[in-house]
């Protein structure tokens, strides 16, 4: 049989998922003027949204985007995956 990937485990510092999150949180959609953040987080919207949140909708399979499930670990920083 033929093998594929199904999922996999990213690992980021979590200076860095905080810096990514924070970049997109005041980007507006022209069309809505709402925040783009709201419709990257799920159920959690703009007003709940974290970085973990944001990462862990990105990676959902089920949500219609990714084509594959990404499980996001944040790492304290200065530490290794373990």
């Known amino acids: 049989g033929a093998m594929a990937v199904l999922e996999y485990q ?5 200076s860095y ?15 809505t003027g709402g925040y783009a953040i709201a419709t990257m987080c799920g159920r959690y919207g ?4 974290t ?6 909708f990105q990676g959902n399979k089920n949500n219609g985007l990714a ?4 499980d996001f670990r944040l790492l304290a ?3 290794e995956p373990g």
């Open 17 to 31: 998922a905080e810096a990514a999150f924070a970049s997109c949180q005041g980007v507006r959609l022209p069309a």
């Open 77 to 79: 920083n200065g530490s």
């Open 10 to 14: 990213v690992f980021y510092r979590r």
């Open 67 to 70: 084509p594959l499930q990404i």
């Open 51 to 56: 970085a973990q949140r944001w990462l862990d």
């Open 46 to 49: 703009a007003q709940l949204c």
